[in-house]
């Protein structure tokens, strides 16, 4: 009986370490923060999922662009890289990736092209002039309110101007069906929330991961176009797209 009673301590107070790791994904704060943020750097699937989404943008060299949890500033490395007349904000929650990105651009924070900023979705800050694109990478499971969030953001881009939401699912069970049925629960979100011309891409990683774009649209025709091809312009019923 001891033995299982000292199993069993043991089993939740590993299930206590992994709960409090995870949590360090959504806002990481002290030493495992700084460790969670070497982990997102040095993650492949974390670097190939970041540059992906970037490369679904069509980055111009004067846009200006807005991300959106920046982590440890590898997609805003990249974005300034293509960008290089154009402006790069980013915002994000943990003050210990705010260190991280700013040491990882740094000579773009010195020139004016990149601006990194402690901050969150749920409180945007004003901006002078609107974005050309903006982009999110595996943050959007944390925002509250979704759908008022993107809303928001699409008030701060010009007409035209892009979105992309990208999300893998991390932890035990993800698999690719569960990346599929989050990005079409995104795509519906995005639609809601007025963006045009969404479409699903998908990343082969293990498990896939999804993009979902969308645009902001000069006029009301709006709708949804899945990576299969199928075209849902037009359609307003969310409903189907849900989990």
């Known amino acids: 009986m001891r033995r299982l009673s000292n199993r069993g301590v043991v ?7 992994v709960k409090r790791v995870r949590s360090q994904f959504g806002r990481p704060t002290g030493f495992s923060g700084r460790v969670v943020g070497w982990i997102m750097a040095l993650r492949s699937s974390n670097r190939r999922r970041n540059l ?7 980055v111009q060299r004067r846009d200006r662009i807005l991300e959106i949890g920046f982590g440890p500033g590898i997609a805003v490395k990249e974005i300034s890289r293509l960008a290089v007349e154009g402006y790069v904000c980013g915002l994000d929650h943990s003050e210990e990736m705010l260190r991280q990105a700013t040491r990882r651009n740094a000579d773009a924070i010195r020139t004016g092209q990149v601006d990194l900023r402690l901050g969150s979705v749920d409180c945007l800050p004003l901006f002078a002039e609107p974005f050309d694109k903006v982009l999110a990478v ?3 499971m944390f925002w ?3 759908i008022d ?3 928001e953001l699409r008030c701060l881009m010009r007409p035209g101007g892009r979105i992309a939401i990208t999300h893998q699912p991390r932890g035990p069970g993800a698999t ?5 049925a989050r990005g079409e629960k995104m795509a519906a979100a995005l639609v809601q929330a007025g963006f045009s011309e969404v479409r699903i891409q998908t990343m082969s990683l293990k498990p896939a991961a999804v993009c979902v ?6 006029n009301e025709n709006f709708g949804l176009q899945a990576s299969d091809g199928r075209d849902y312009r037009n359609e307003r019923d969310p409903r189907r797209y849900h989990e």
């Open 11 to 17: 089993v939740n107070i590993t299930k206590n370490i």
């Open 52 to 58: 992906w989404t970037v490369s679904l943008l069509d």
């Open 138 to 140: 595996n943050t959007i």
């Open 144 to 146: 509250g309110q979704t």
């Open 149 to 151: 969030r993107l809303k």
């Open 176 to 180: 690719d069906a569960t990346a599929a």
């Open 213 to 218: 774009i969308g645009m902001n649209p000069f």
